[in-house]
């Protein structure tokens, strides 16, 4: 039972520092990316650090859900976990593009800086596939197929597991009142 009745106000209030927490989430993220030592992995462990991440990170989307479940606010729960957790996925393979990328700078029709790769990521993510940077390497194009295949998980599972998790969270909410 929420502790305090949901006014504008206090709804505002909830809706922006879950914002603020995702965005500074998000921020450290970003940071540590541009800054951690990329470039001193092998292929094999590449791999590997994205295939537990990518564990991690469906961990992360069940303990999310599980929190907006039991939250009073649960749509609002609902929208920092999607803000903290489409960062980390990006960021994922954003990584793994830029390792490939160091490794064989014939990977991608071009070299990818640490941005780069983000942009070619989101790329990917979105669909839009501007074609300004691809995958060249059969290896490269199997990690941007995976990329390509988990966006349509993440995008139809991973928000029907939200959206379902907040129907729950609503009806508990509603039970206990």
Not at 100 to 120: G, K, V
Not at 131 to 144: C, F, P, Q, Y
């Amino acid at each position: 039972m929420p502790t305090r009745p949901l006014t504008a106000r206090r709804r505002r209030w909830l809706i922006a520092r879950g914002l603020l927490r995702a965005l500074v989430t998000a921020v450290v993220m970003v940071a540590l990316y541009y800054v951690l030592p990329l470039d001193r992995r092998s292929d094999a462990a590449v791999f590997v650090v994205l295939v537990v991440g990518i564990v991690l990170l469906a961990g992360m989307i069940a303990w999310q859900a599980r929190a907006i479940v039991r939250s009073d606010y649960p749509g609002i729960r609902a929208v920092q976990a999607l803000a903290s957790t489409t960062p980390l996925f990006l960021l994922l393979f954003a990584s793994t593009y830029f390792v490939l990328s160091l490794d064989d700078a014939a990977t991608f029709t071009e070299p990818l800086t640490r941005s780069d790769s983000i942009y070619f990521t989101v790329t990917i993510f979105t669909t839009v596939g501007f074609g300004d940077i691809s995958a060249k390497a059969e290896t490269t194009r199997l990690v941007v197929t995976a990329q390509m295949l988990l966006d349509l998980v993440v995008l139809g599972l991973g928000i029907q597991v939200i959206l379902g998790a907040v129907k729950q969270g609503k009806a508990n909410t509603d039970t206990e009142t």
